[in-house]
């Protein structure tokens, strides 16, 4: 997880490519040229044209320089971005400077440069280009070059508007960043959490098809079915003068071979065993809960079935997003109780459900609405970190749980069993932390095979 959390802080502003920036500066060099002819041909203005061509200029030779001298594919770093994005906005406060101001209607275009900086660079780098870009807007107030008729007429807003320009600007210019960054922080750290959760099903499926009993078995048996054939060979060189035994010989030196491409193929990319596609619901819960059965807390197990619900529990389909959500949510339980940690399943016609309690102290309140979002985290206080000193969760365990479970059709809700601010606790309540998983039963419960018909070839898989 650490390595996600290096690429989501620092690494993300080198993921922009200079051609996208390039191509961005081409669209933005295009339009101050047509703005230009336009005010200047069509409106009479009297520009600056020298340095107006000269600001424009400057852009273009950037372009050129950066064609011809960087790759394609150059991906530039965060000190890179920030000193194109600088540029940028510097080139247009000052093609704004020879162009009336705050007076020109363009002065918002000053907004673009911040938005990209908030969106892919560091908090450091927005921040000051945020107020390098308010000093701009500001000092434009006081400095710069009116917009005149060929008459000699200067085109001026009056100066309410001024100030009210220079006020939207700025508020845009803080607001405007603050939700770009924040919707872009989001989306990264969504984006992280759900590689995380890839990894972590890609791993439990690796595991679960390649388990060591299949890689043990391979190696082990190796040796022994090479003997096998080799005697088998020398037996039937001397044995061709006896038909009856030299095919007996032949036989186990073909039933040696085929041992060999069984293994091989087992330990290649492991055997999708179709008697293991489905178990019954509590073999799937205790495989879930197993790794967490020997940390110091109780778990117990109970089910039962519900109102029109059959005797027997069901077999469910045993899917690797199944086993590893319900093992995320159960290591949470185990975490925060304080002696106990209870799963309870139920069944009916319509649904099956998994409910998993502790009698720890809950969730944060304040929380409880935010849970299964990726990297929430709260600080610890130093009685928690004396309670779990071994637990640095970031609220991507129920994430991860939370995204895999939902993949599979179900519905999760989280609550507490008590009021967390009460004094009055009993270690044998149901007080803690509640986590509830409900699927439709159609969703993880198979049809079942009818007697006497075959379940199918197992199929390769491939890795």
Request: a neutral charge.
């Amino acid at each position: 997880m650490s390595d996600l959390g290096l690429i989501g802080n620092e690494q993300r502003s080198n993921w922009i490519r200079l051609r996208t920036i390039i191509l961005l500066r081409w669209f933005a060099i295009i339009g101050q040229l047509v703005g230009i002819t336009v005010a200047q041909r069509l409106y009479n203005l009297q520009l600056e044209l020298g340095l107006c061509y000269l600001a424009v200029g400057i852009s273009i030779i950037g372009n050129l320089v950066a064609i011809f001298v960087f790759p394609e594919n150059k991906r530039l770093s965060e000190a890179e971005n920030f000193l194109m994005v600088m540029f940028d906005l510097m080139q247009l406060s000052f093609l704004l400077f020879l162009t009336g101001g705050l007076h020109n209607p363009f002065s918002l275009l000053v907004l673009g440069p911040v938005v990209v900086s908030a969106a892919v660079l560091s908090l450091r780098s927005t921040v000051i280009l945020v107020i390098t870009a308010a000093v701009m807007v500001t000092g434009m107030i006081f400095f710069h070059l009116p917009l005149r008729t060929d008459q000699g007429f200067v085109l001026r807003i009056p100066d309410i508007f001024v100030f009210g320009q220079w006020v939207a600007i700025n508020i845009a210019l803080i607001f405007i960043s603050v939700y770009a960054r924040r919707v872009a922080v989001e989306m990264n750290s969504m984006s992280d959490a759900l590689s995380a959760t890839q990894m972590a099903l890609a791993r439990a499926q690796k595991l679960n098809d390649l388990g060591g009993v299949v890689a043990a078995a391979a190696h082990e048996l190796g040796t022994p079915l090479a003997t096998i054939k080799l005697t088998s060979a020398e037996l039937a060189d001397e044995l061709h003068d006896r038909p009856e035994l030299y095919e007996d010989a032949m036989l186990i030196r073909e039933q040696a071979d085929r041992c060999r491409d069984i293994l091989r193929s087992m330990g290649r990319a492991g055997k999708d065993d179709l008697h293991m596609r489905q178990a019954p619901l509590l073999t799937v819960i205790r495989e879930a809960a197993e790794p967490h059965e020997n940390r110091g807390k109780e778990i117990l197990i109970e089910d039962g079935p519900g109102p029109g619900g059959e005797y027997n529990p069901p077999q469910i389909l045993r899917r690797p997003e199944i086993i590893h959500g319900l093992r995320n949510l159960v290591q949470n339980a185990v975490d925060f109780a304080d002696t106990r940690v209870w799963i309870e399943a139920m069944w009916t016609q319509e649904q099956i459900s998994i409910r998993i309690m502790d009698n720890g102290r809950g969730f944060p309140q304040h929380l409880i609405g935010r849970i299964g979002d990726p990297f929430v985290r709260r600080k610890r206080s130093e009685a928690d970190r004396k309670a779990r000193p071994e637990y640095e969760g970031m609220g991507l365990g129920l994430f991860i749980a939370k995204t895999l479970l939902e993949r599979t059709g179900a519905e999760l809700s989280f609550a507490n069993g008590t009021d967390p601010f009460s004094l009055s606790k009993s270690s044998s309540e149901r007080q803690g932390a509640i986590v509830e998983v409900v699927w439709p039963r159609n969703l993880i419960v198979p049809e079942p095979h009818k007697p006497g018909t075959k379940l199918g070839e197992n199929t390769l898989i491939e890795i």
